[in-house]
């Protein structure tokens, strides 16, 4: 292996550490030592910067203000940039015409697919398939890396329990058992088992948003967080620090405050916690502008905000500038050491190290690749499989689905042909023209036999909505020019020819994800009218929702007969919902997020506490932990999702009804295909500690597996309970087990009712 080097001087070839073993600590840093001995300060705080991609492309690179910036080595990476001639382009400035040829990173957000794209985050985390999830991550690996990405601004784990919080989208929902194993999933599938050597097919994660940013009050992005360190601890933070301990390269600092201090800022955050508590030995990369907005927080002016966050432990800038325009003069006033912008530039010249690119700079950008590992029919068809296990069977009265292949199907709403509304938010790299509607996906999956009619029945917002927020709902689906009445009479008159109505309604693309914070999230008014006049004709009706959040869906749930939730199912979502809704694959989706049945109700997750008052049984109850105008129950539970089968539970059997701290339990349930078709269960452990020196949640999620049944067929499902499940942070902080008595309950939800009891002993 070679490791070339350009300077201005031409090329130089620099293979001392190669020739030494790149791969150990040592060599990397002999390497890195040298490297840095030649760099100016000016280079150094080059290192740390990372603007945006802005009009760099082939031909105009070269004369951009940020191709200026690149030769004099001001730009330690740039980010999404699509297309591997342009990075190719841009890449050659950085080696052959800055004055050391230090390459640039390249990073995207690259967060559920790259051009093939997944089932938005939240619905891969429906599936609770950790192989898929990782297969999922790999295949966006393979892609990105094959276009000159090498860094992925994913996985984002920030646990939400508040679905007026737009990005609940983008994340792995409210619990942290199942974030932490869907977060370890992700760095595994970019970044393989080695986190110290990337093959040229892997890249490089960066969990965020570094912390809390699900917390935000209100549910309104960007909003103030404040919690308890308890809370923090045992809640929020395990899926970072399952990235952590997977070895991810890079975390991303959060846009809110933790503790009355913008995470960018934070210094217990960034240091205390991330590297002297967790031993993260990556490098940290702010939020978009996340430095310069803190002179909005109100900390300071772009001086002091950016000494503050390199002092805090952050490393690079993403386009606030502020490292490059204010650390040199900070430095010369004493007002940080040089010790800070070593550590930085450091880490991130490690990064650069481990991802291969001083071996070769363009290790990533193989046209070659780039024209064969794209969007190929195998990586298509494992979207398409990942995205019918996404789907969650919220109700089906009567049994209308599957649909039956034969007759007459009215496909109604204005998400039916859009094509755009598909891959969800953050589809950066995807060609937002390829994908199905879901009239096509249909026809193709449904065979000859069935009639498949359309109607757009109504737009996707009111006029009035759209004046508003013109840019958020902009996506596809032209507005019609007919009345709300005109577009609702086709729609009756269609589905008056049809045996069954398939309304394919819900939020549009850009409504949630980034600043797409909503108040009240159901179903947009005119969608549901029409919803609601489909109902009344009495033909079967089917809902196929499509949402980026937990939506409250109190009416659906009473009146429309069967609603399957496909979230946004990514490039291939149109053929996958047409082969759920046909049955050709049995729905196996369970809800990794509450909805609840009113906004009222938010924040509201299955693993609360108990509180002095608890209610005790479904009415109200006066000086109970209630309310007046409604239960406190859920529309739909943390866990639940329907199959075309069902499901039936035997009692927990544990092997022991005592165990010590060393020791460990097997509780068993057996699992009955107990319907007519083969189906898969996601089965669910949940645990409560009855008794703590502080209060405990009413139950926890501690274990689950995907299950396949055929029909009629039972099986033996046993989990190991052993003291790292029953560990929780106490008070002071220590993660201890506390003797005393636990229960065991297995089931299809998180409502599982099926319990035993054992004893942890002193
Ligand atoms: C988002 C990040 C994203 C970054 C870069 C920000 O606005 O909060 O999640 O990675 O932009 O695109």
Redesign the pocket.
């Known amino acids: 292996m070679k490791r070339v080097f350009f300077t201005l001087m031409g090329a130089v070839l620099c293979s001392a550490a190669a020739a030494a073993g790149a791969s150990d600590d040592a060599a990397m840093d002999r390497f890195i030592d040298k490297l840095m001995s030649r760099m100016t300060l000016t280079e150094k705080i080059g290192q740390l910067n990372l603007p945006s991609a802005g009009d760099i492309t082939t031909g105009q690179a070269q004369n951009s203000d940020i191709a200026g910036k690149i030769r004099r080595g001001e730009v330690g990476g740039l980010?999404?940039i699509k297309g591997v001639e342009k990075i190719r382009d841009v890449q050659r400035i950085a080696v052959e015409e800055s004055r050391l040829g230090i390459p640039l990173i390249f990073g995207m957000?690259v967060v559920h697919g790259y051009e093939t794209t997944f089932p938005i985050p939240l619905a891969l985390a429906a599936t609770w398939d950790m192989e898929g999830i990782e297969r999922a991550a790999r295949i966006a690996a393979i892609e990105a890396s094959a276009a000159g990405i090498c860094w992925t601004?994913s996985p984002?784990v920030d646990i939400s329990r508040d679905p007026r919080w737009g990005r609940m989208a983008?994340g792995i929902g409210e619990d942290p058992f199942l974030g932490s194993a869907i977060s370890r999933a992700f760095v595994y599938g970019y970044q393989g088992r080695d986190p110290k050597h990337f093959a040229d097919d892997e890249i490089m994660g960066c969990v965020?948003?570094f912390a809390l940013y699900g917390a935000a009050e209100a549910g309104r992005d960007y909003n103030t967080t404040d919690m308890s360190r308890q809370r923090m601890y045992n809640e929020y933070l395990p899926p970072y620090k399952a990235a952590v301990e997977a070895g991810v390269g890079s975390v991303?600092a959060s846009?809110n405050e933790v503790d009355g201090i913008p995470a960018t800022a934070n210094k217990w955050l960034m240091t205390d916690l991330l590297r002297d508590q967790w031993h993260f030995d990556g490098f940290v990369v702010t939020?978009?502008t996340g430095i310069l907005e803190m002179i909005a927080h109100g900390i300071g002016d772009l001086q002091e905000v950016s000494a503050r966050a390199i002092e805090a432990g952050v490393d690079m800038d993403?386009v606030s500038e502020g490292f490059l325009g204010t650390l040199e003069q900070s430095l010369e006033e004493g007002r940080i050491p040089m010790s800070d912008i070593d550590r930085a530039c450091r880490l991130i010249l490690e990064a650069k190290y481990k991802l291969g690119l001083f071996d070769d700079p363009y290790r990533y950008c193989d046209a070659k690749r780039a024209a064969t590992r794209i969007y190929t029919p195998e990586h298509r068809a494992e979207a398409r499989r990942i995205a019918t296990e996404s789907f969650v069977l919220l109700k089906n009265e009567g049994g209308i689905l599957p649909l039956q292949r034969k007759g007459t199907v009215a496909v109604i709403g204005p998400l039916a042909s859009s094509r755009e509304n598909m891959p969800g938010t953050w589809s950066v790299a995807a060609d937002l023209k390829k994908p199905l509607t879901v009239v096509e996906g249909m026809r193709q999956v449904a065979g000859d036999k069935v009639e498949i009619l359309y109607a757009k029945g109504s737009n996707l917002v009111r006029d009035e909505e759209l004046e508003r927020n013109i840019t958020v709902f902009g996506r596809d689906v032209p507005r019609d020019g007919r009345s709300d009445r005109e577009m609702l009479d086709e729609a009756l008159a269609v589905a008056s020819r049809a045996d069954v109505v398939v309304a394919v309604l819900g939020e549009p693309s850009e409504m949630s994800g980034?600043s797409s914070s909503r108040s009240e999230i159901g179903i947009p008014d005119v969608q549901q009218e029409l919803l609601q006049a489909l109902v009344a004709t009495g033909k079967p009706v089917v809902l196929v929702l499509f949402a980026g959040r937990a939506m409250t869906l109190g009416w659906e749930a009473e009146h429309v007969p069967s609603i399957l939730n496909v979230w946004f199912g990514g490039t291939q979502a149109a053929e996958a919902i047409a082969d759920v809704l046909f049955g050709d694959v049995n729905p196996s989706g369970k809800l990794p997020v509450t909805f609840p049945r009113s906004v009222g109700q938010i924040p509201l997750f299955y693993n609360h506490k108990n509180t002095g008052r608890p209610l005790l049984g479904d009415k109200f109850e006066k000086f109970r932990s209630n309310y007046l105008d409604v239960p406190n129950t859920p529309q739909y539970a943390f866990g639940y999702g329907l199959s075309y089968t069902t499901f039936d539970y035997g009692d927990v059997r544990l092997s022991a009804d005592k165990m010590s701290e060393s020791g460990s339990i097997e509780a068993t349930v057996r699992v009955t295909n107990s319907g007519k078709r083969d189906g898969v269960e996601v089965v669910q452990l949940y645990i409560r500690d009855l008794v703590g020196t502080s209060t405990r949640p009413v139950k926890e999620l501690k274990g689950f597996r995907r299950v396949a049944l055929k029909a009629g067929e039972s099986k033996d499902v046993t989990f190991t309970i052993d003291a790292s499940l029953l560990k929780y942070y106490n008070y002071d902080l220590q993660y201890v087990c506390e003797p005393g008595d636990f229960d065991v309950m297995i089931g299809g939800s998180s409502d599982a009712v099926r319990t035993a009891r054992f004893t942890l002993e002193k």
Do not use: A, P, R, S
Request: no cysteine; hydrophobic share 45%; charged share 35%.
């Open positions: 980010f999404n957000d601004f984002m983008e965020k948003h991303m846009f939020d978009y993403m980034e």
